[in-house]
Nanobody
Framework: VQLVESGGGLVQPGGSLRLSCVAS????????MNWYRQAPGKEREYVAG????????FYAESVKGRFTISRDNVKRSVYLQMNSLKPEDTAVYYC??????????WGRGTQVTVSS
């Protein structure tokens, strides 16, 4: 299993970024996918999740209404559109695929910095 995130960068408050995660090594279209983030000095936290078909999505309260998760099963990719970014959104963002405590995979992450 391999998960590769991209799309991070430096953006001003109020700006937008779109993160991508390309997956390989498993039947992508059969599984839910999730985004997490870890800010400096803080624990990793859940950001958003999407079901295997993309029919349902879920968000942390802190990002609801600003972030949108989506997926393209043909491209084996999951996306995180982030709008109205705030300095407190600064973190390393990770893509995660898990079916059990043993089958739990993370990408290396992509850095998002929100600063003027």
């Amino acid at each position: 299993v391999q998960l590769v995130e991209s799309g991070g960068g430096l953006v001003q408050p109020g700006g937008s970024l779109r993160l991508s995660c390309v997956a390989s090594g498993f039947t992508f279209s059969s599984y839910a996918m999730n985004w997490y983030r870890q800010a400096p000095g803080k624990e990793r936290e859940y950001v958003a999740g999407i079901t295997s078909t993309g029919g349902s999505s879920f968000y942390a309260e802190s990002v609801k209404g600003r972030f949108t998760i989506s997926r393209d099963n043909v491209k084996r990719s999951v996306y995180l559109q982030m709008n109205s970014l705030k300095p407190e959104d600064t973190a390393v963002y990770y893509c995660r695929f898990a079916t059990s405590a043993i089958n739990d995979y993370w990408g290396r992450g992509t850095q998002v910095t929100v600063s003027s």
